[in-house]
């Protein structure tokens, strides 16, 4: 996400400051590994989380125009694991892989409804965030409308598609 993101403004900046990537990955570790224990569920989210953290922070040190520092100095400023996404993750991650462990004891429909929920759910969580600071989705002055609803559309698909197969597949069911 951060050689998407790059260095500058714009759709790949939107793209790149997507929160719904972030919740997701954890919530998915938790799914495929914690065998539906919330406790390691919660664990590997948390470990999933960190790892993307310092991934994105690392690739950072290289991607971004930080001025003339040694690479060393690079990496302390990204890898600055005081700030607030690595406080936001610790809280996330496993509050997420906990929800996927949990999910995962039902079966694959309600980890692929976490997923959709939480794609089609963040744009409305950022309105809610940043509603109070100037206006609807003032954190990227209006110019992530379009990111947003298109990821909103990829959702709301990925729900109907999601639906249509769980349906034809209890008409299956029903029929043999």
Not at 76 to 86: A, P, S, V
Not at 92 to 116: D, E, K, L, N, Q
Not at 127 to 156: H, K, P, R, T
Request: positive net charge; charged residues 10%.
């Amino acid at each position: 996400m951060s050689a998407v993101k790059g260095n500058g403004a714009g759709v790949r900046d939107g793209i790149g400051n997507l929160s719904a990537p972030w919740v997701i990955a954890p919530m998915l570790a938790g799914a495929a590994a914690a065998r539906g224990r919330i406790f390691a569920g919660a664990a590997i989210g948390l470990l999933t989380t960190a790892a993307a953290l310092v991934g994105f922070y690392l690739a950072n040190s290289f991607v971004l125009d930080l001025g003339p520092h040694s690479t060393f100095h690079d990496l302390g400023l990204t890898l600055d694991i005081g700030n607030m996404w690595f406080k936001a993750g610790a809280v996330s991650g496993p509050a997420m892989g906990a929800a996927g462990a949990w999910a995962s004891r039902r079966g694959h429909v309600p980890v692929a409804a976490i997923v959709i929920a939480t794609i089609v759910l963040e744009p409305l969580a950022v309105y809610l965030v940043y509603f109070g600071s100037g206006g609807f989705f003032a954190a990227g002055d209006g110019q992530w409308n379009g990111i947003y609803a298109g990821e909103c559309i990829v959702g709301l698909v990925a729900a109907v598609v999601l639906l249509r197969a769980r349906a034809a597949r209890r008409r299956s069911s029903t029929t043999s």
